[in-house]
Nanobody
């Protein structure tokens, strides 16, 4: 089994910064692409940033230039550095990973979500 554990969410004022972390744990798996998603109340879940195993990245237009996604494959950990936060960034942020089990099979695994609230 594979588990994604997120941390770093919280309350921040507009213009502030937060760094989210997503650590994968378990055995008998490998991780390919990873991504950060967010879901605000009453809205659909949307992709915020994605990163391949090799480090190529893509960002939603709404966060481009403000957010930076990175990963440390040795630690099986992905990060999201969020700067210049806006109230519209308020959402539950979810970590996602494309996981391949050495025993066979491919899965999308989701973290539990961490709440980011941007408010004055």
């Amino acid at each position: 089994q594979v588990q994604l554990v997120e941390s770093g969410g919280g309350l921040v004022q507009p213009g502030g910064s937060l760094r989210l972390s997503c650590a994968a744990s378990g055995s008998g798996f490998s991780i390919n692409d990873m991504g950060w998603y967010r879901q605000a109340p009453g809205k659909e879940r949307e992709l915020v940033a994605a990163i391949t195993r090799g480090g190529s990245t893509n960002y939603a237009d709404s966060v481009k230039g403000r957010f930076t996604v990175s990963r440390d494959n040795a630690k099986n950990t992905m990060y999201l550095q969020m700067n210049s936060l806006k109230p519209e960034d308020t959402a539950v942020y979810y970590c996602n990973a494309d996981v391949g089990r050495y025993l066979g099979g491919f899965f999308k695994v989701w973290g539990q979500g961490t709440l980011v609230t941007v408010s004055s």
